[in-house]
């Protein structure tokens, strides 16, 4: 696998899709000032290498009535890999759960949405707390969201795509 740096259409193809991926070919073709045939290879090959991985809907978590954004904290009695297993496991049975990492310190950090108060009590006692191997859990409850972005900062100098030789659409380029 070679590293070949990401160029200035395929970064301005997806700094437009990280803003609205509904975009159609044409109309992202326009934005970029490219022709919508060679747009489209690009795109395909940006799927294709894993660049970009799915293009999902934003949903308003207010509006669906989810008030209640949280952090916890969770720590393990073993960092064995058989007890984080068990752990990670045991959450991605959790739609609650949106986002869930494996830290330093404390041993993980969930992000949670939740429809209220009551909820979030009932999710940490009755299914994060009951989870063999946790030993402590500490919530911090977000009071208001100061920014959220989900686009990446992608930069020129510093973005790279691996791949493997010969894969590269060169028609496209």
Same mark, same amino acid.
């Given at each position: 696998?070679?590293?070949? +740096?990401?160029? *200035?259409?395929?970064?301005?193809?997806?700094?437009?899709?990280?803003?609205?991926?509904?975009?159609?070919?044409?109309?992202?073709?326009?934005?970029?000032?490219?022709?919508?045939? +060679?747009?489209?290879?690009?795109?395909?090959?940006?799927?294709?290498? %894993?660049?970009? !991985?799915?293009? #999902?809907?934003?949903?308003?978590?207010?509006?669906?009535?989810? %008030?209640?954004?949280?952090? #916890?904290?969770?720590?393990?009695?073993?960092?064995? /890999?058989?007890?984080?297993?068990?752990?990670?496991?045991?959450?991605?049975?959790?739609?609650?759960?949106?986002?869930?990492?494996?830290?330093?310190?404390?041993?993980? #950090?969930?992000?949670?949405?939740?429809?209220?108060?009551?909820?979030?009590?009932?999710?940490? /006692?009755?299914?994060?707390?009951?989870? !063999?191997?946790?030993?402590?859990?500490? /919530?911090?409850? #977000?009071?208001?969201?100061?920014?959220?972005? /989900? *686009?990446? +900062?992608?930069?020129?100098?510093?973005?790279?795509?691996?791949?493997?030789?010969?894969?590269?659409?060169? *028609?496209?380029?």
């Amino acid at each position: 696998m070679t590293a070949m +740096p990401l160029d *200035a259409t395929n970064i301005r193809i997806l700094n437009q899709l990280q803003q609205d991926a509904s975009l159609t070919n044409v109309d992202l073709a326009a934005r970029i000032h490219l022709s919508p045939s +060679p747009c489209l290879s690009r795109v395909k090959f940006l799927e294709k290498t %894993g660049v970009i !991985e799915r293009r #999902v809907a934003l949903l308003n978590p207010q509006v669906l009535g989810l %008030g209640i954004n949280a952090f #916890v904290r969770v720590r393990l009695s073993r960092h064995s /890999t058989d007890v984080l297993e068990r752990f990670s496991s045991a959450i991605n049975d959790m739609d609650e759960v949106m986002e869930l990492y494996l830290m330093s310190d404390f041993d993980y #950090v969930l992000r949670v949405m939740m429809h209220d108060i009551d909820e979030l009590e009932q999710f940490v /006692t009755a299914h994060l707390s009951r989870i !063999e191997g946790v030993t402590q859990v500490k /919530t911090d409850i #977000v009071l208001r969201k100061q920014r959220h972005k /989900t *686009a990446l +900062p992608i930069q020129r100098s510093r973005a790279t795509l691996s791949m493997v030789p010969d894969a590269y659409p060169r *028609a496209a380029y």
